[in-house]
T-cell receptor, first 112, second 112 residues
Framework: DTGVSQNPRHKITKRGQNVTFRCDPISEHNRLYWYRQTLGQGPEFLTYFQNEAQLEKSRLLSDRFSAERPKGSFSTLEIQRTEQGDSAMYLC??????????FGPGTRLTVT | QQQVKQSPQSLIVQKGGISIINCAYENTAFDYFPWYQQFPGKGPALLIAIRPDVSEKKEGRFTISFNKSAKQFSLHIMDSQPGDSATYFCAAPAGTASKLTFGTGTRLQVTL
């Protein structure tokens, strides 16, 4: 296992288009998190899965955002009708209960 | 909502010197305090973490000092090297999901 992987690494899209990102966590980790990071800031929590159940969503996650984790393995984050304000680095992290999250390399989204 | 205040915002240290970054948190009901290191264009990497039942943890050149009564913890980098130049984030878990609230980051530059 080489760690948390994310695809794509970069995405450029036009405003109004839909985008989907994928995260493959460390296989034995039951917890999966999505964060968003803008330039010069720390990551901000978006949503959390324990196995396949989405247990918490941030108020930052508007109705245009949806996340899934089918079968408790990989996860996808979809943004519909993208806006320029969605431009950011989207980070995925996975962990076992009681330990710190291991982050993936992130997907940098640019909305033009 | 957990708040985490980090200082300084930026730090310049000479090679071989000691880098010290401080964090203060509000909510006491947590049991895990990690530090992350992030290089440009990469995801945060877990550097070192501490549980509040100990006052200090050392791993190589990196030491966390924890003051539970003051709700503060700090990162000390001994014998700082140019390769340590990165942005460092402290974090505190928030809520039962153990999602992390991050500090605003400290940009460390180690000069020759």
């Amino acid at each position: 296992d080489t760690g948390v992987s994310q695809n794509p690494r970069h995405k450029i899209t036009k405003r109004g288009q839909n985008v989907t990102f994928r995260c493959d966590p460390i296989s034995e980790h039951n917890r999966l998190y999505w964060y968003r990071q803008t330039l010069g800031q720390g990551p901000e929590f978006l949503t959390y899965f324990q196995n396949e159940a989405q247990l918490e969503k941030s108020r930052l996650l508007s109705d245009r955002f949806s996340a899934e984790r089918p079968k408790g393995s990989f996860s996808t984050l979809e943004i519909q009708r993208t806006e320029q304000g969605d431009s950011a680095m989207y980070l995925c992290a996975s962990s076992l209960a009681g330990t710190g999250g291991m982050f993936g390399p992130g997907t940098r989204l640019t909305v033009t | 909502q957990q708040q985490v205040k980090q200082s300084p915002q930026s730090l310049i240290v000479q090679k071989g010197g000691i880098s010290i970054i401080n964090c203060a948190y509000e909510n006491t009901a947590f049991d895990y305090f990690p530090w992350y290191q992030q290089f440009p264009g990469k995801g945060p990497a877990l550097l070192i973490a501490i549980r509040p039942d100990v006052s200090e943890k050392k791993e190589g050149r990196f030491t966390i000092s924890f003051n539970k009564s003051a709700k503060q913890f700090s990162l000390h980098i001994m014998d700082s090297q140019p390769g340590d130049s990165a942005t460092y984030f402290c974090a505190a878990p928030a809520g039962t999901a153990s999602k992390l609230t991050f500090g605003t980051g400290t940009r460390l530059q180690v000069t020759l």
